[in-house]
Every structure is written in C-alpha cells, then in structure tokens.
C-alpha cells in the first residue's frame, strides 16, 4: 500500500468493540469478534488504527490489556478527541460504512 493510500481510522472502544459495562467489571467486557478481524486486516493492510474513548487516561493500561488480550491489532490507544480520516462510533459511522469507502479509494 503507497503511504498516500494509508488512511487513519479512529475506532471507539466502548459500544463498538464490546459491550459498555460499568467502571469495575470493564474488563471483563467480551469483544465483538467479527469487528476485531476486520480491524485486524485493516492493519495487515497498512492502515493506521487509533482505538479512542471517554475514559480518563487513568484507565490506559486497563485498555491496552484488554485490547492485547482479546488479540486486536491498533496503531494508538487516546482518551478523548483524536485526529482522523474516518471514524467508526457506536453513534455515528458503521463498519461497513467505512469498509465500502476504504474499497472505494
């Protein structure tokens, strides 16, 4: 993939990666698989993957290891807003919505 042809995709991590669950049982959240392989792909593929969510930084290790554990591939963990070309949101855009662009471009 040419580096002008890598798009940054910002994903959020609650509601859209797995289940919301309240702040103590967070890690035991069980993960959307179907949208972990996809995601993984688009890393095999050459796209950066910027994992974001409203939780506090404090929770940044409690991410990474749920996301390390549950195999998925990413580029960055951010708490709170993130630059990106497309943004994949349990409130916004779908997985499929930004799979058809990227097949697109």
Same mark, same amino acid.
């Given at each position: 993939m040419r580096l %002008?042809? %890598? +798009?940054?995709?910002?994903?959020d991590l609650d509601g859209t990666l797995c289940d919301? &669950?309240?702040y103590g049982i967070r890690p035991l959240a069980e993960p959307f698989l179907d949208k %972990?392989? &996809?995601i993984n792909k688009w890393v095999d593929k050459g796209h950066i993957i910027i994992i974001f969510t409203a939780r506090p930084w404090h929770e940044y290790f409690l991410i990474q290891k749920w996301l390390d554990d549950n195999e998925f +591939?990413?580029?960055q963990i951010v708490c709170g807003k993130v630059q990106y070309d497309y943004i994949i949101d349990d409130r916004m855009s779908t997985f499929t919505e930004v799979h058809h662009r990227l097949l697109e471009d």
């Open positions: %002008r042809d %890598r +798009k940054v995709i910002a994903i919301e &669950l309240p %972990r392989d &996809l +591939k990413y580029n």
